[in-house]
């Protein structure tokens, strides 16, 4: 079993003295699974383990909307059956939890929205899959209504809070499968990133967070999220354990809009290799057109990795992205997708906050020939953009220009002032949401006071593999 890092989260409940407990709660996927198939563990251990530490964390840090425990630990008992037959399902009997804007067959989908809503017929796609590979979903985790702000609060379902400091956010939309992993409550999480969604908690909370090709994980029973900005991804320990869990829900459903080629082979023997010497562009700029006001300890914790990277033999060079009018790409397609959520989904908008009914307003505004207008600019500007992949092979910038925020920095406020406070510490994420294109934050350190800092690799269309190599090597070099 592996040791337990020597500094842990103080939100954790753990310490490396509780010995094989915090081992086992904090080991990642990869090792779980592998403790599973030997037989060190069993498929009813990890799960009660995670039932405990969910029970024992959920009034502090609140990162489960809702728990499965009686089915969960139907489903280790059937796990154990299994894997005393010798059978080799990848994350046979592996605890993980889903977003909750994922559909769970039987259980509403409220994404961040309180009032009565419908349950659903049916798993979504990526949970089939996440079954057929053997994975236990022990619940689902909070989200903000529906999923717009770097924060995970909300009336209906409370305040999610960081591992490493309860008195800061661990991000959002994703902040609930951040807190979860960052805590040990399950080894892996499936978050959802439509601007950053996925790459923002997982900077905040110390993780590794994923956003693949648009089309990797299917978003069925929806053709696509978000007017194709949201893709589903991995909130893991390690880049290997992103690897291994994005095989494992890679692939189609029949209705899906977007369907990318086929990987070249599995994600966790890409993770797992050396990449070849690559030109890596260093970049600051953000996609709203200027240098943005990143903090000096982000700054310098990118320079860092840029240093890092060098050292380990790639070519670094300051570069960046021709990012053009992406903005105005982004803005009526995010807008519209809450629209379109709120009425598809939420039967009654009176519980919900001020600035959701102003958003799902202004996107039912842009819905017609904004919106088309959006989408038909996506090839253009991925054209531009993409040129720097003619100079480049990666683009490497922080996740975020601000560390997380405090727990409340956007209570009560607007629409406008919302948005205006998210866009200063969240601008890097959302231009390969408008692309499409695989993008990867992995930790960078800490702030002197202690809270977590990402940096975030960002590919050519349908690159997965280069990312997940380089991230291992640089999370290797980087402890």
């Known amino acids: 079993m592996p040791e337990t890092d020597a500094a842990l989260p103080p939100g954790l409940g753990l310490s490396p003295e509780d010995g094989p407990e915090a081992d086992l709660a904090l080991a990642g996927l990869e090792a779980q699974a592998q403790m599973l198939a030997t037989g060190d563990v069993s498929s009813c251990e990890l799960v009660e383990l995670s039932l405990r530490r969910i029970a024992a964390t959920q009034p502090s840090l609140n990162a489960f909307r809702v728990v499965f425990e009686d089915e969960a630990l139907r489903e280790a008992e059937a796990a154990d059956r299994q894997l005393a037959t010798g059978q080799g399902k990848t994350l046979l009997g592996v605890p993980v939890a889903v977003k909750d804007d994922v559909d769970l067959a039987g259980h509403p989908t409220?994404?961040?929205?309180?009032?009565?809503?419908?349950?659903?017929?049916?798993?979504?796609?990526?949970?089939?899959?996440?079954?057929?590979?053997?994975?236990?979903?022990?619940?689902?985790?909070?989200?903000?209504?529906?999923?717009?702000?770097?924060?995970?609060?909300?009336?209906?379902f409370g305040v999610t809070r960081n591992p490493w400091s309860p008195e800061h956010t661990p991000g959002g939309s994703s902040g609930g499968g951040a807190a979860a992993v960052a805590a040990g409550l399950v080894p892996a999480a499936i978050g959802s990133d439509g601007a950053g969604s996925v790459r923002v908690p997982a900077a905040w909370t110390g993780l590794v967070g994923l956003k693949p090709q648009r089309g990797r994980i299917s978003t069925w029973p929806d053709a696509e999220a978000f007017n194709g900005l949201t893709c589903f991804g991995p909130l893991t320990r390690s880049v290997a354990d992103a690897a291994l869990l994005l095989d494992a829900v890679t692939g189609n459903h029949p209705g899906d809009r977007h369907r990318p080629p086929a990987p070249a082979g599995p994600f966790a023997a890409a993770a797992a290799a050396s990449p070849p010497r690559l030109r890596i562009a260093l970049s600051f700029t953000t996609p709203f057109g200027a240098p943005s006001a990143v903090d000096a300890e982000i700054r310098a914790a990118t320079e860092s990795a840029a240093e890092r990277l060098a050292e380990l033999g790639h070519e670094v060079v300051p570069e960046d992205p021709r990012y053009g009018l992406v903005?105005?790409?982004?803005?009526?397609?995010?807008?519209?997708?809450?629209?379109?959520?709120?009425?598809?989904?939420?039967?009654?908008?009176?519980?919900?906050?001020?600035?959701?009914?102003?958003?799902?307003?202004?996107?039912?505004?842009?819905?017609?020939?904004?919106?088309?207008?959006?989408?038909?600019?996506?090839?253009?500007?991925?054209?531009?953009?993409?040129?720097?992949?003619?100079?480049?092979?990666?683009?490497?910038?922080?996740?975020?220009?601000?560390?997380?925020?405090?727990?409340?920095?956007?209570?009560?406020?607007?629409?406008?002032?919302?948005?205006?406070?998210?866009?200063?510490?969240?601008?890097?994420?959302?231009?390969?949401?408008?692309?499409?294109?695989?993008?990867?934050?992995?930790?960078?350190?800490?702030?002197?006071a202690g809270l977590p800092i990402g940096v975030q690799l960002l590919g050519r269309e349908n690159d997965e593999a280069t990312l997940l190599a380089l991230g291992a090597e640089l999370e290797a070099a980087g402890g």
């Open 110 to 156: 409220p994404f961040g929205c309180g009032g009565e809503h419908p349950t659903a017929a049916e798993d979504a796609e990526l949970v089939r899959r996440l079954r057929a590979a053997g994975a236990i979903v022990v619940g689902k985790t909070n989200a903000p209504e529906v999923g717009q702000w770097p924060i995970t609060e909300s009336p209906a």
């Open 327 to 448: 903005g105005l790409g982004f803005v009526p397609r995010g807008m519209a997708g809450v629209h379109e959520w709120l009425r598809d989904h939420v039967p009654d908008h009176k519980p919900l906050e001020a600035r959701t009914r102003v958003h799902g307003r202004l996107g039912r505004a842009l819905s017609g020939l904004p919106l088309r207008t959006a989408r038909a600019a996506e090839p253009a500007l991925a054209r531009r953009i993409g040129r720097v992949f003619e100079r480049c092979d990666v683009v490497l910038t922080p996740t975020t220009a601000r560390p997380p925020l405090r727990i409340g920095a956007l209570a009560g406020r607007g629409y406008w002032a919302t948005s205006t406070i998210m866009s200063a510490a969240c601008p890097f994420a959302f231009a390969w949401n408008v692309t499409g294109w695989p993008a990867l934050s992995v930790p960078a350190g800490l702030t002197a």
